[in-house]
C-alpha cells in the first residue's frame, strides 16, 4: 500500500505541481524519501510505526491539495476544442450556437468554422457508432452521429480538452492533467480529422432497435451533459470519465439493465460488446461487420466532399442504400 501511494504521489506531483521540470523533480524526490522510509518500515522484521505515521500525514496532506485542483474555463485552448458545445432544445427544434466544421488539410493546417446550425428532432432517424484506433486494437476513441431525414449528420464526441501547445496522455488522464470537453460537429470534420489528418483507423457501425423516440432522448442527453459541463466543467478521466464511458451511461439511460463488461474499458472492443448485447445488425458475423464497416480508405478516397456521409457508408451492414443520406 504504501509503495502503491508512493507511486501515486511521484505521478501527480509530476503533472500537477506548479513549476518548471526542474521543480517537479525536486518535489518528487523529496517526496520519495519518506515513502521509501514507509516502504522499509512495512518490510521490516518489527514495523516503524513512526516512519508509517509520518508518512500518512504526509499523505493526507497530499491528498488536500489534491482536492485544491480544480477544472477550468478559462485556459488558452487548443483551436479545435476552443468553444465548449452549446446547444439547447426548444419544443422538436434542436439549436446549436458552435458545430464545429473545420476543413482539415493536415493536423496542423486547416480553416477554422464554428457554426450556428438548428436541427429538426422529429426528423432523426438513424444512431451510428463511429471508433477511431489511434493506439493499437484495444484502444478506440467512440463517436456517435445522429442521422436525419434531409441528409445532414451530426456527430458528438467527448474530448479531451487540450491547451495550445498541449498533447494528450493517457497517463496524464489519470491525474488530472486535462479537462473535459463536449464537442458537436459535422461528420466530414470530425471524421477527416481522424482518418486523413491523423492517420487513424475508422469504423462505423449502424445501431439498432432504436425507436425514433429512443433517438431524440440520446440526443437530449447530450444537451443535457453540454449544459452540465457548462455550468461546471469536470476532468477527464482515462479510466472512468472518458470518450466510451459516456457512451455507455447514454446507452444505459435507454437500456438500465446494460451489463458492465471490460471492453468498456478497452474501447477497440466496443464494437463487439455492442453486437453481444444486441446492438448491431443482427445475423451479420462480426468479421463481415468489421470488414464492411472499415471506412479508413473510402473517407481518404471522398475528402472534403458534400456526399461524404453517403460514400462512407456504401456497404455498410444495417443501412440501405435508399437509407443513405444524400
Known amino acids: 500500500m504504501c509503495l502503491g501511494i508512493g507511486i501515486w504521489g511521484g505521478f501527480a506531483l509530476w503533472y500537477q505541481f506548479p513549476g518548471n521540470v526542474v521543480a517537479k523533480v525536486v518535489a518528487i524526490l523529496v517526496w520519495c524519501v519518506p515513502s521509501i522510509w514507509a516502504v522499509r518500515a512495512g518490510f521490516g522484521p518489527v514495523r516503524r510505526w513512526h516512519s508509517l505515521a509520518v508518512f ?12 485544491t485542483i480544480r477544472p477550468q474555463q478559462d485556459r488558452v485552448w487548443a483551436d479545435d476544442v476552443a468553444q465548449p458545445l452549446h446547444a439547447r432544445i426548444e419544443g422538436d427544434r434542436l439549436i446549436i450556437d458552435n458545430v464545429r466544421n473545420f476543413h482539415w488539410r493536415s493536423e496542423t493546417d486547416y480553416d477554422v468554422r464554428w457554426e450556428p446550425r438548428e436541427y429538426d428532432l422529429s426528423q432523426v432517424q438513424s444512431v451510428d457508432m463511429i471508433l477511431s484506433y489511434w493506439m493499437g486494437p484495444a484502444i478506440a476513441h467512440t463517436l456517435v452521429s445522429f442521422g436525419f431525414a434531409d441528409g445532414r449528420q451530426l456527430v458528438f464526441s467527448l474530448e479531451i480538452r487540450k491547451e495550445q501547445g498541449e498533447s494528450f496522455s493517457a497517463l496524464g488522464g489519470f491525474f488530472r492533467k486535462f479537462e473535459s470537453v463536449l464537442v458537436a460537429a459535422d461528420e466530414r470534420d470530425i471524421v477527416l480529422t481522424r482518418s486523413n489528418a491523423r492517420g487513424e ?39 472512468t470519465s472518458n470518450c466510451t464511458t459516456v457512451v455507455f451511461e447514454l446507452m444505459r439511460r435507454i437500456q438500465p439493465k446494460l451489463p458492465l463488461d471490460y471492453r468498456l474499458l478497452a474501447s477497440g472492443y466496443l464494437a463487439e460488446y455492442a453486437q453481444d448485447v444486441g446492438g448491431l445488425t443482427p445475423g451479420v458475423p462480426m468479421a463481415e461487420l468489421q470488414q464492411a464497416g472499415r ?8 475528402g472534403d466532399v458534400s456526399d461524404f456521409s453517403a460514400r462512407i457508408r456504401a456497404g455498410v451492414p444495417g443501412i440501405s442504400p435508399q437509407g443513405i443520406p444524400r
Open 295 to 302: 471506412i479508413t480508405l473510402r473517407a481518404r478516397e471522398a
Open 201 to 239: 483507423d475508422v469504423y462505423l457501425y449502424r445501431l439498432q432497435g432504436l425507436s425514433p423516440a429512443k433517438m431524440r432522448e440520446l440526443l437530449h442527453f447530450y444537451v443535457d451533459r453540454a449544459q452540465q459541463l457548462e455550468r461546471a466543467p469536470r476532468f477527464y478521466n482515462t479510466l
Open 56 to 67: 500518512a500525514g504526509l499523505f493526507c496532506v497530499m491528498l488536500i491539495w489534491w482536492a
